[in-house]
């Protein structure tokens, strides 16, 4: 099963080299982790998209968890209410006879159109990440030259925010009160 | 006040109460090695291995419950405490390891003696830090002793380029930590408690196990007053040894492959375990599929992540033992289970732990001899081999956290560079190391380390030319092909006594009181070289991939009634 991972760590040297351990560690494969600053100062807000069984993930977060410099890990696989946004920036192949459909497609998927060659577009949308699976299966007949991808990260709707959140159902009964 | 950032570290370390650092001096090593002629009131013992280093400051650890330090220059050096670091961290003992560095400008060019080692112990460390600015050295050595120590313990490296350790540096020791996320929880909730009383109030057939644990958090007297209270026997892991007196009626001894019979039928039979600091590991549970069938698990530790890591516990209950055993004394009324200790009884006599091995000396006699000689109140350091199984069956712990010995990741070559650090915690009597021939030709330069600093120290060598528990499993498992296990080594008495060390050779069960008491009474070190039968096996064995109830006796013995 696909897992949501979201982490709130400090900002410090070997950090990353830590978490990547983690998941190596267990031959666990990282669909997407992303890396970016939190509303805290010196600490980075982590979302990693990863595959695996849900005991397994238990004891990777706890793992994660124990990492000095972990703030806060959180399996969000199960919010109902949440956000997760992804962009993309792919570039597609055109001639004079496909451009007009190309730029079409990216109209109908409200993708911008960011640059424009002789041979080529550079479309730039940002969405759901299945969103962005269904607009690169209906650009891939164009020919898609290159295409990057920031890999998803996620966010609670409403007032509910990470740091308030209880560590996880799991282990709040371990812990006191 | 401004000193240089060696001299920084040797302020630190004595406020954390250092006194004493195992230590091999290098190039990039030199500004804290010169620093040191300042500080008289540290003792820095030389020795011959850096390994040996890592291990004297787990040894200590163990001991005495503070923080070993141990100090290595770079690459090589560093590098070399790597096993050492590796044991520390399976075993959860609290070591600082500080590795000199190249200088900061030159850090990744492949300097010369330069190589990763935050890189390298990322994995076998519960932190490390690599110090770039002055103005982190200080905060860095403080987390340092504090991440070792708090929680789950462990190693935690620190790497000192050489240019901080010259330049000059501000010092001032912080009060507070400041390391948000870091909050290990040791008390657990009333509420747990609680659950906990009412679950042990309604087992019939409880059995506590007794883990590393107990150790590190010094619940030894906690462990006692818990199992009188509720009137259950105590199991123990390899490293729970010692966690309760061997005289103590509860007190079962080891279970697991090596177990004795009867701590083993009696965990596989409890209808509620309550393991307490241990980690379920598998040469503990044999197949986990058929571990302890009838029982629920009521499982207390200070790390969260080992609780339901192997076996699902109906009760998880994160906290220091020590805190937890306090809080559930004083809720717990006494119970008595006089029927399921005699259960338990009537397996001890079944199941007797008998020497049934023939010849002048066997291995278990020399054991067994041990313990005359020490009345079971020695200070034992083990290798790893069938020897440390041999301790861990026929030397009945009577002295609390007695018994040290590398069990997470087995470490050959253990044993003598620990007991430096043993005998620095029990500088007043003699501490005994038993260790096989193979175990001691990995680290026996540190026989050199034992004869400067005139440590007493009994070495105890249970020779019998073969890398013995390999040799077990190629006898059982492998059609006795014994490939890679037959060891030659020196002529072990010679050996010692070309480094000062009085020796002598055993070769018969009659000679061994006299033996021990030669060791005994020699003020300083000393050797005995126990050429022990080569081809014994340790028993009772469960096999790997079997259950506990299937332990396998010794042959020789009568045969085990169904």
Redesign the interface.
Known sequence: MRHVLVA???DE??ML??MG?LFA?RGYNVESFTAGASELPG?TRITIVVEGSSTAL??IA??F??L?????VADVTADRDQLAYEMLLVKVGVSAKTRQEVVSLADLFKARIVDVSSTTLILETTGEPSKLDKLLEVLKPFGIKEQARTGAVFMSRGPKVLTQRPVSPV?R????? | MRHSGAEVVWECLIREGVDIVWAYPGGAALPIFDALAKYPQIRHVLVRHEQAAAHAADGYARATGKVGVCLATSGPGATNLVTGIATAMLDSVPIVALTAQVADSVIGTDAFQEINI??IT??IT???Y?V?HSRDLVRCVREAFY?ARTG?PGPVLVDLPKDILIAPCEFHYPERIS????RP?V????Y?IQRAAQTIAGANRPVILAGHGVHMARAWEGLRRFAERISAPVASTLLGLSAMSADHPLCLGMAGMHGVAWANLAVQNADLLIALGMRMDDRFTGDLRRFAPQAKLLHVDI???E???RVPAAL????DVRIVLEALNAELPEMDHRDWLAQIEAWRERHPLEVHAQGPLPPQQVIRGLYEATGGEGVVVSDVGQHQMWVAQHYPFRRLNSFFTSGGLGTMGYSLPAALGVQAGHPDGPVWVVVGDGSFQMNLQELATVAQERLSIKIVIMDNGYLGMVRQWQELFHGARYIGTPISGPDFVRLAESYGIPARRVTATAELAAAFAAARESGGPYLLDCKVERDENVYPMVQPGTSNTDFVEDPRGRAPEK
Not at chain 2, 179 to 182: A, F
């Open positions: 709130l760590v400090q040297p070997g080299a830590r351990n560690r600490m238990d004891q706890k793992q968890r124990k000095v410099g972990a703030l806060k282990d009964k371990y812990l006191a009160e | 935050t890189g990322l994995p519960k932190h490390n690599l770039r991440l789950r390391r948000p996320g870091y929880v008390r657990s909730a009333p747990q790390d969260p992540a609780i339901g890591k998880p209950m994160v906290g």
